[in-house]
């Protein structure tokens, strides 16, 4: 049994992070932002094709860091990439899940608008303001637009099998993971993405 | 993660569209990147004020306390002998005189009723010995 007069400062030990301790985490935050700055932008842009809305994206893109920092941030940081693009892509799930059934809701009420999902997208919106070479972006634009169209297109896991490899340039194994499934369906996965759009795109669009 | 030496195996559509991917980042416009840069903030806060469950515990240390305290207190009222309150061999004789005390049987008599005899007696002896001798 510990003197009396000791145990305040085990509670001051438990209360206020010790120098080294407070150093660990300090340097975790520091490895954390990094590795989501690194992702942010990418995982937008996938989830931007996936929901076809940039709020929407943005919004799932958000839940899945704050998921990630809460829950998993303690873990290596190798793990944290297809932590993180697991949870995104069932944020995207569940997001195009919910859209389904307010779609369908909506059928029965009278009045009920155009899905704005539909609605044809600008090809100039995804251009930067102010480049150099206007012609250049434009053309690079309307590839983008038709290659997300073909995305789009795919099975859902066709879809996150080709952006997560290709895109993110996960491994086989990585992206096993982050989707949920087993190594040999991300391959068979991938390699019906890749002949699906070379029928719709050609080798070169 | 990136597989630079698999590029060569790569079909020509698998790098174009890895090159349109990226050239539509680098496009996004600066409300979107702001949105993202404030999103990070918020996560890293997140991580931040995470921390593990034995630092949580401080939280309910006031609750913690005054439950130990009500339950030292409860076990030393019941536990003392001044107050225990449960029926003993000792508080059996009491209980009897007050039930003997109480009790309406024929042999015991009626105290209410032996009372009035008293008085009566008393009352009868008075006016006896105020009235003199008898003639």
Redesign the interface.
């Known amino acids: 049994m510990p003197p009396f007069d000791t145990l305040p400062h085990a509670w001051m030990v438990?209360?206020v992070p010790a120098p080294a301790r407070r150093g660990a985490?300090l340097e975790?935050?520091r490895e954390?932002?990094k590795f989501?700055?690194e992702v942010?932008?990418?995982a937008?842009?996938m989830a931007q094709v996936a929901l076809r809305d940039?709020d929407d994206a943005?919004d799932v893109?958000?839940d899945a860091?704050?998921k990630?920092?809460?829950n998993y941030?303690s873990k290596p940081s190798a793990e944290w990439?297809p932590l993180f693009y697991r949870i995104l892509k069932n944020g995207i799930r569940d997001l195009q899940r919910r859209r389904t059934v307010r779609k369908k809701f909506m059928v029965w009420l009278p009045g009920s608008k155009e899905d704005p999902d539909n609605e044809a997208q600008d090809p100039l919106d995804?251009?930067?303001?102010g480049?150099p070479d206007v012609p250049e972006?434009l053309m690079?634009?309307q590839?983008?637009q038709k290659?997300e169209g073909s995305l789009r297109a795919l099975p859902a896991r066709q879809r996150e099998a080709f952006m997560l490899r290709?895109?993110e340039?996960?491994?086989v194994a990585?992206t096993a993971k982050a989707m949920g499934c087993s190594e040999g369906s991300v391959k068979t996965h991938y390699s019906r993405a890749?002949h699906a759009?070379?029928e719709q795109?050609g080798?070169?669009? | 993660m990136n597989e630079p030496t698999q590029d060569a195996a790569r079909s020509a559509l698998e790098l174009r569209s890895r090159e349109l991917f990226e050239g539509s980042v680098e496009g996004l416009d600066m409300r979107v990147r702001s949105r993202l840069t404030q999103a990070r903030h918020a996560a890293l806060d997140a991580a931040a004020r995470r921390r593990p469950w034995f630092f949580q515990m401080r939280v309910w240390t006031p609750a913690a306390g005054v439950t130990a305290a009500a339950l030292l207190g409860a076990a030393l009222w019941f536990g003392s002998p001044a107050g225990n309150h449960a029926m003993t061999a000792a508080d059996q004789p009491s209980l009897e005189d007050l039930d003997m005390v109480a009790s309406t049987d024929e042999g015991s008599g009626d105290a209410m009723e032996m009372l009035q005899n008293d008085l009566d007696f008393y009352d009868f002896a008075d006016k006896a010995a105020n009235s003199g001798p008898a003639a």
């Not at chain 1, 995804?126 to 303001?129: K, L, M």
């Open positions: 438990w209360d985490v975790q935050t954390l932002d989501l700055a942010e932008r990418r937008f842009r940039a943005l893109v958000q860091m704050l990630l920092a809460r941030s990439r995804g251009v930067a303001d480049g972006l690079q634009a590839a983008m290659l290709n895109f340039g996960l491994d990585e890749v759009l070379r795109l080798e070169v669009w």
